[in-house]
C-alpha cells in the first residue's frame, strides 16, 4: 500500500542546475500539492493540482514549475537552482477540497 | 490573510503529565482545521478533521476541540512513543482544498 512516494529522497545541486522532483499516488485522488518545509516556518504551499491537466500557484511558486500530465503523478521543476530554494520538498494528495491530504516522505533538496 | 499561530513551540513532557497544546486561526470561513503528527525525516500523518466549533475527536491518547478562534489537541498521559512534531492547518471556505499550516509544536515525552 505504496500511497504517495516521491522521488529522489535525496539530492544535492549547484546553483543554477535544473532537476525535476516526482510525486506518484496510487489513491485515485483528484488533488495534488507541492509544499516546502522551512526551520520555523511550517509547510508552505509552492503548487496544486484540482485535476488532471490543472495547475495553480500556491504561496511561494515562484522559481518553480510543474505539470500534471497523467492523475496519478505531478512534477515540480527547478529550472535554474538557487540556495534559497534548499529546503525539504513534500507532495500531499487528497480525494476532495475538504478531506484529508496525504503526504509522501520527503525530498531533501541541498542547493550549493 | 489566513493565519495560523501554534503554541508552545516546544513541549517536554514526563510520561504520563498531560498536556494540552494550542493551534489559533484567523480564516474568512472556516472549511475544516486538521492536525497532523510528523516524525523525523517523514512526512506529516493525518490525525484528525474538525469542521465546526464544539467538534471533538479521540484517538488513544489524543483528543482535538474547536471553538471559533481555537482549536486544542489534549495529550492524555502521554507516552515516550507520542514524542513528535504536532502541526495544525486551517483550509479557508474559498480555498479550492489548500492548507494554511502553522509551524508545528515539537513534543518530547521522556520516560
Same mark, same amino acid.
Given at each position: 500500500?505504496?500511497?504517495?512516494? @516521491?522521488? #529522489?529522497k535525496?539530492?544535492?545541486?549547484?546553483?543554477? @542546475? =535544473?532537476?525535476?522532483?516526482?510525486?506518484? @499516488?496510487?489513491?485515485?485522488?483528484?488533488?495534488?500539492?507541492?509544499? &516546502? %518545509?522551512? #526551520?520555523?516556518?511550517?509547510? &508552505?504551499?509552492?503548487?496544486? =493540482?484540482?485535476?488532471?491537466?490543472?495547475?495553480?500557484k500556491?504561496e511561494? #511558486?515562484?522559481g518553480?514549475?510543474?505539470?500534471?500530465?497523467?492523475k %496519478?503523478?505531478?512534477?515540480?521543476?527547478?529550472?535554474?537552482?538557487? #540556495?534559497? %530554494?534548499?529546503?525539504?520538498?513534500?507532495?500531499?494528495?487528497?480525494?476532495y =477540497?475538504?478531506?484529508?491530504?496525504?503526504?509522501g516522505?520527503?525530498?531533501r533538496? =541541498?542547493?550549493? | 490573510?489566513?493565519?495560523?499561530?501554534? /503554541?508552545?513551540?516546544? +513541549?517536554r513532557?514526563? *510520561?504520563? *503529565? $498531560? /498536556? $494540552?497544546?494550542?493551534? /489559533?486561526?484567523?480564516?474568512?470561513g472556516?472549511?475544516? +482545521?486538521? !492536525?497532523?503528527?510528523?516524525?523525523?525525516?517523514?512526512?506529516?500523518?493525518?490525525?484528525?478533521?474538525?469542521? $465546526?466549533?464544539?467538534?471533538?475527536? *479521540?484517538?488513544?491518547?489524543?483528543?482535538?476541540?474547536?471553538?471559533?478562534?481555537?482549536?486544542?489537541?489534549?495529550i492524555?498521559a502521554?507516552?515516550?512513543?507520542? /514524542?513528535?512534531?504536532?502541526?495544525?492547518?486551517?483550509?479557508?471556505?474559498? $480555498? !479550492?482544498?489548500?492548507?494554511?499550516?502553522?509551524?508545528?509544536?515539537?513534543?518530547?515525552?521522556?520516560?
Open positions: 500500500n505504496a500511497g504517495v512516494t @516521491q522521488t #529522489p535525496f539530492r544535492v545541486l549547484k546553483t543554477g @542546475q =535544473s532537476m525535476t522532483l516526482l510525486c506518484a @499516488q496510487d489513491m485515485n485522488h483528484e488533488y495534488m500539492y507541492w509544499y &516546502r %518545509q522551512d #526551520p520555523g516556518m511550517g509547510l &508552505r504551499l509552492i503548487h496544486y =493540482s484540482v485535476g488532471e491537466g490543472t495547475t495553480a500556491g511561494v #511558486p515562484d518553480y514549475n510543474v505539470s500534471r500530465l497523467k %496519478q503523478n505531478f512534477l515540480l521543476g527547478l529550472e535554474s537552482a538557487a #540556495p534559497s %530554494q534548499t529546503s525539504v520538498y513534500f507532495c500531499a494528495s487528497g480525494p =477540497s475538504n478531506q484529508p491530504q496525504h503526504f516522505d520527503g525530498t533538496l =541541498s542547493i550549493l | 490573510e489566513d493565519q495560523v499561530t501554534q /503554541s508552545p513551540e516546544a +513541549l513532557l514526563q *510520561e504520563g *503529565e $498531560s /498536556s $494540552s497544546l494550542n493551534c /489559533s486561526y484567523t480564516v474568512s472556516l472549511r475544516g +482545521l486538521f !492536525w497532523y503528527r510528523q516524525d523525523p525525516g517523514k512526512g506529516p500523518e493525518f490525525l484528525f478533521t474538525l469542521y $465546526s466549533a464544539g467538534e471533538e475527536k *479521540e484517538k488513544e491518547r489524543l483528543k482535538a476541540t474547536l471553538t471559533k478562534k481555537e482549536s486544542f489537541l489534549h492524555t502521554p507516552k515516550p512513543e507520542d /514524542s513528535a512534531t504536532y502541526l495544525c492547518a486551517v483550509q479557508d471556505t474559498d $480555498s !479550492w482544498g489548500k492548507l494554511q499550516f502553522g509551524a508545528g509544536t515539537q513534543v518530547v515525552v521522556t520516560p
